[in-house]
């Protein structure tokens, strides 16, 4: 953590570097000005008691100097940076398999940029990320704090509850009630497609689930138990840790070694689809005529599998840009609605089922 | 842009906010310490002249009211924020298409990590995006810059010169010689995997180009060409604005319309080569029998093609931990090399081609 002597102390890197143009300072202004550089920084801050012929020659000054305005300043007097950092808390692999990821990412940036907060995305992929993200939202770097993927006793959460930080969440945050948060009804919406699923006539369906230790994942699970009622075999649920393409794959060869006869398939994700029509074709099982299979997101994937996929519309964009109002209503002092803020996650029928 | 007084004046939303915690302040530690602000200020900041008992007295008043050291206000005193940033310059749609800006996002945040740097990813998606970013980036907020996808005259270019912040290029900036830049060669990458394709029989070799606005683009054209010398046909190139899946199923369609007899394609990268994939099957023309097709990148898109394409090796998280390596490198004062570095893109051989 931050000592405040260590961080402190000048030291290191910065005055051996090449030479490179000179950034102005306060200094070069009050020069140019011929004031005092007290005077300068009183004109900055915005504070009175500074005659307006000392105030036009410095600002004649900042402009023939090119003096920029420094930030962390204005940051100092403000106690804002007009900063918004989205937390995105998720293995690895992920940013390269998901693509919900990228479209919260886009969504919430053209939110942010619309009101004119510069979005910064911070990744934490390890425990020391965990910590230097920690600090750095401990600081004054940002604003507000858009949150995704967080976990159970997240470490980044508890932090933004003790320094009373603006904060949504994108899904619900797994033990956190007093938060705000924007998400999607995953048990009802995995009931309804696996209903429509039923629907069609299948008779041994199966589920792939994944990611069951997040809310995400256990209520897709929740909401496929809820359409089955008594037809429900645990036998047919194989879980896999992440919502990717090569989990997909493994498990359905998996549950085609259970129950050959299956001939149903609800995928927690539409990537982990793709990778079970994949194992399917490979056992020369033909889609959807002796499987039917469903997805859920509607990403990207679910339109390059051959047949595409029927799957549940989740609005990722709609998600990251619902999530960057929720923070900016509250840096505008609006409390966020008790309960959080659902979007409508229609099913999207096509070939797989 | 910023307008000095505009930007200071304190007025808005923060005094409105919600009751939550109060952070401490510099003056709760005054009072707490029973000394003035100033000699806070000055213990804080490093200063000498502080009496040890007021050290003391300050250090235990610190820890007691909970107040963490304002980091901007650490900015303005060390002249750096322990930031890099990672600016990102694509077309929405990409990121959800393209594994590369994952992957060299990953490779940067885990060599940056390891250096105690906080990665901070700026996108660019707008007119407004760029004008912001580039107000940030002359800011306080990051000690250097690792720039993606850098356009021709580009005005984050024009900031990053002007500032002279230490930064480095992924990719060869197209209009920029005195910067330090990460790539590969794309010209004798392209060469080299066409010349694979010749090798292979195929007589009627197309190339789908892509980007041609960018070095990356234009050099795997150009590696193209000089693969094929004299056999080279204008008319198999079919060339599409961008890097992704959909260009390369109309592309593909264009150039079976344009010449049936067609036996080999170079698709610019993995996305438009499972594109073209798609559409060659849907014209019932098999992989690698009737037409044997290479990609770029070995990106994830090149596992989940049926058959594997052949590509060639971009070792994107290399990239990004190289860019990361360059611009901490610049930090301790060190002179990146002349003509930038170039990591090694071995050509990958699977079954569609």
Do not use: C
Not at 124 to 135: K, L, P
Not at 207 to 215: G, H, K, Q, Y
């Amino acid at each position: 953590m931050l000592g405040v002597k260590h961080t402190l102390g000048y030291s290191g890197p910065v005055s051996t570097d090449p030479p490179r143009q000179k950034r102005a300072t306060i200094i070069d202004v009050a020069r140019e000005a011929g004031v005092s550089r007290g005077t300068v920084s009183r004109v900055i801050n915005g504070e009175r008691y500074v005659s307006s012929e000392a105030e036009a020659a410095i600002k004649a000054a900042i402009s023939k100097v090119g003096y920029r305005p420094n930030v962390a300043a204005r940051n100092l007097v403000m106690q804002r940076s007009q900063a918004v950092a989205l937390v995105v808390h998720e293995p690895a692999s992920l940013f390269a398999e998901d693509p919900n990821i990228g479209a919260i990412m886009l969504g919430a940036n053209a939110a942010l940029s619309a009101a004119d907060y510069q979005m910064v995305l911070l990744i934490v992929d390890s425990e020391r990320d965990t910590e230097r993200v920690s600090r750095y939202l401990s600081g004054s770097y940002a604003d507000g704090v858009i949150m995704v993927s967080a976990r159970t006793h997240d470490p980044i959460t508890r932090v933004i509850e003790k320094i009373g930080l603006p904060a949504t969440f994108v899904g619900h945050p797994p033990d956190v009630t007093q938060m705000a948060f924007v998400g999607i009804d995953n048990r009802a919406s995995a009931r309804a497609i696996t209903e429509r699923l039923v629907a069609t006539g299948r008779s041994r369906i199966g589920m792939i689930a994944a990611a069951l230790d997040r809310d995400s994942g256990a209520d897709r699970l929740a909401g496929f138990r809820d359409a089955l009622g008594d037809r429900f075999d645990a036998n047919l649920v194989e879980a896999v840790p992440l919502y990717e393409f090569a989990s997909g794959v493994t498990a359905m060869q998996e549950l085609l070694r259970r129950e050959p006869q299956i001939d149903g398939v609800f995928a927690a994700s539409d990537a982990v689809a793709a990778g079970a029509m994949n194992a399917l074709r490979s056992a020369g099982r033909s889609i959807p005529q002796d499987v039917g299979i469903v997805g859920f997101d509607d990403s990207t994937w679910a339109l390059r599998t051959k047949p595409q996929l029927s799957t549940v519309h989740q609005p990722a964009q709609g998600l990251g840009a619902a999530a960057a109002a929720s923070v900016l209503s509250q840096l505008h002092g609006e409390t966020p609605p008790a309960g959080g803020v659902l979007l409508d996650t229609p099913v999207v029928w096509r070939g797989s089922a």
